[in-house]
């Protein structure tokens, strides 16, 4: 009878945990701001368009913005963070140093939607947006961003470091880090696609068109005259040199061709687990296409704030006053 009591108990439990668990995750969807905010997707939208107007590489950048902020505690906003007396942000940590970028476009659509409806509509979801619109402008795939995660209140500098991938990471370092957000290895080559947009530096690829052999010949010294054996590491150069502003398969292509600009990319591709999934999507782009948008919706799910966690910032790049007094003046514990 005791026994059977226990049981009972522990199924109650598991049945509150799996609803709590639900609850949590039902609350990131694609209506969340139909009531209160009901213009939000036209109005980033448009400020997107307007932006990539101005400057076609900034589609990549507002898509890798979103990438390396749910990569660092999840999908909440942090990236966008100054440094503060109280935290280092995130924007000087190594992979985001003089390289990651946008943040003044996010500025701008954050004012346009703060105009519309104040205090609504959070940073995380305008960079989940953000992201999705500068993909379709350049000719990508859509798909339907959830939304509702809420902004963080602090940063993580040490996470930056060391929980975004590195261009000189070996497939199984890519497989791993993928892996540590529960995105599978199909989700890590499909979104390794977006490379088929935006410039990287020098820096960031120069060992591997010197010291390197799996790659193309002709690629590699083509390469080096803007990307000198030393100095120039701010020099650019398209990630894809074929069709650097528009978001296709082409990058994939390239790899089959062994044209991938990073370590990391041509990893895809070296007689490895990877090579099939890489074929297929360099001979399918609808395929890379549909594996790409659902692997941003599933990156997008990655440990959102929800419900009463974080706050809703007016302004991207810091905490709320309310919020900032708040923590001022709390009470002391002393453990």
């Not at 993909?135 to 929980?163: C, H, K, Y």
């Not at 820096?203 to 083509?222: G, L, P, V």
């Amino acid at each position: 009878m005791m026994r059977s009591k226990r049981m009972i108990e522990c199924f109650a439990l598991m049945l509150v945990l799996c609803s709590c668990w639900s609850s949590v995750n039902a609350q990131l969807n694609s209506t969340f701001y139909d009531e209160t905010c009901p213009g939000v997707f036209s109005t980033v939208k448009a400020a997107v368009k307007q932006a990539i107007a101005n400057e076609t590489r900034m589609a990549a950048s507002l898509l890798r913005l979103h990438f390396h902020d749910c990569f660092v505690n999840g999908c909440d906003g942090s990236i966008l963070l100054d440094d503060t007396a109280n935290f280092t942000g995130e924007k000087t940590a190594g992979a985001n140093n003089n390289s990651v970028r946008g943040f003044d476009a996010i500025d701008s659509i954050k004012s346009q939607v703060e105009a519309n409806c104040s205090r609504v509509v959070s940073c995380a979801d305008i960079l989940a947006i953000a992201a999705r619109d500068s993909v379709v402008e350049l000719g990508g795939p859509t798909w339907s961003v959830l939304v509702g995660r809420r902004d963080s209140t602090t940063a993580n500098f040490s996470g930056a470091n060391s929980n975004l991938p590195s261009p000189t990471f070996s497939l199984t370092e890519l497989i791993s880090a993928f892996g540590d957000q529960t995105l599978s290895v199909k989700d890590m080559i499909a979104l390794s696609g977006g490379h088929t947009i935006g410039q990287a530096r020098c820096t960031t690829f120069r060992s591997h068109i010197y010291n390197e052999t799996n790659i193309d010949s002709t690629f590699a010294t083509s390469l080096q005259g803007s990307c000198p054996f030393s100095g120039g590491d701010d020099n650019l150069s398209s990630i894809d040199v074929q069709t650097s502003t528009t978001f296709d398969n082409q990058y994939y292509v390239n790899l089959l061709s062994q044209k991938g600009l990073f370590h990391s990319d041509q990893e895809l591709f070296n007689g490895g687990s990877a090579d099939s999934q890489v074929t297929t999507y360099a001979n399918n782009q609808s395929s890379f296409f549909a594996d790409f948008a659902e692997a941003m919706v599933n990156m997008g799910n990655i440990n959102p704030l929800t419900g009463s966690s974080g706050e809703v910032r007016t302004n991207c790049r810091k905490i709320n006053s309310a919020t900032i007094n708040s923590l001022v003046n709390a009470p002391v514990v002393y453990e």
